[in-house]
């Protein structure tokens, strides 16, 4: 299975690119992930976000693999626990479909794109940057979990 996140930014600080590596590389060969980071629409002082957003957008369409389950990193999303994005992982597996996870720029997603679903992180808000590397931790947390590894230390201890 293979996981691939598209992400719109391309110039990220060396402390994201690091953080994202790290988790990638735990990742084990069965499940490989799959970063690709594709480049912002141009902005202006007197800009158009939805604009942006629609550009954008067409970016992570053209991207995206023909057959994968894509889920879309939004705001509005269903959150997780970690053990249930292991639950969904192992579906994955079990289904034999590649996931594209998209992730839009600082303005969002363009509304017209479809996902098979949606994934929120958080309440909170986060800078674009961090989402990143919390969905490289928790991809590599939920697969930790699925594999029995010590890592995950969940409610139960």
Do not use: N
């Amino acid at each position: 299975m293979r996981l691939r996140i598209l992400a719109i930014g391309t110039k990220m600080p060396a402390w994201v690119d690091s953080g994202v590596a790290e988790y990638t590389a735990r990742m084990p060969p069965q499940c490989r992930v799959e970063w690709l980071a594709l480049p912002m629409a141009k902005r202006g002082k007197s800009g158009d976000p939805l604009r942006w957003r629609k550009e954008e957008g067409e970016r992570l369409h053209h991207a995206t693999p023909a057959g994968s389950e894509i889920v879309a990193l939004e705001v509005g999303g269903r959150m997780l626990s970690s053990e249930a994005l292991a639950q969904r992982m192992d579906g994955w597996f079990l289904g034999g479909r590649d996931v594209t996870f998209w992730i839009g720029g600082p303005d969002g997603l363009d509304p017209d794109l479809r996902a098979d679903w949606q994934w929120s992180l958080s309440h909170l808000t986060m800078a674009h940057p961090v989402v990143r590397v919390v969905v490289a931790e928790q991809l590599y947390r939920a697969w930790s979990i699925q594999a029995g590894l010590p890592y995950h230390r969940g409610a139960e201890e």
